[in-house]
């Protein structure tokens, strides 16, 4: 089985930098677009960053020029270093894998949406 298991987040102060990582464990084989979304108290998830199986990277406005979205395809791990941190950055972190190539007894199959179990990110000011 697949499992996407995130690392990285913490207590930081404003202006301060975190980075996150995504790692997929498992007989994984590819992975198509890797993201990064994040749950503040209150609100509904939002999409910050993706990044695609060729490495085109797409950032919201709010984290443009502060966050960096890169992947090691062959670790099959995914990064999201943060900078420049805000209070209203403060969220639950999650890793997405939209498509994910798998091996199994069955032989190789792919699944799709697989989420990270989060990560929280806090910036005190």
């Known amino acids: 089985q697949v499992q996407l298991v995130e690392s990285g987040g913490g207590l930081v102060q404003v202006g301060g930098s975190l980075r996150l990582s995504c790692a997929a464990s498992?007989?994984?084989?590819?992975?198509?677009?890797m993201t990064w979304n994040r749950q503040a108290p209150g609100k509904e998830r939002e999409l910050v960053a993706s990044?695609?199986?060729?490495?085109?990277?797409y950032y919201a406005d709010s984290v443009k020029g502060r966050f960096t979205i890169s992947r090691d395809s062959a670790q099959n791990t995914w990064y999201l270093q943060m900078s420049s941190l805000k209070p209203e950055d403060t969220a639950v972190y999650y890793c997405?894998?939209?498509?994910?190539?798998?091996?199994?007894?069955?032989?190789?199959?792919?699944?799709?949406?697989?989420w990270g179990e989060g990560t929280l990110v806090t910036v005190s000011s």
């Open positions: 997405n894998a939209d498509r994910i190539l798998f091996s199994d007894s069955s032989g190789p199959r792919w699944a799709v949406d697989y």
């Open positions: 498992g007989r994984v084989i590819s992975i198509d677009t």
């Open positions: 990044i695609s199986s060729g490495g085109s990277a």
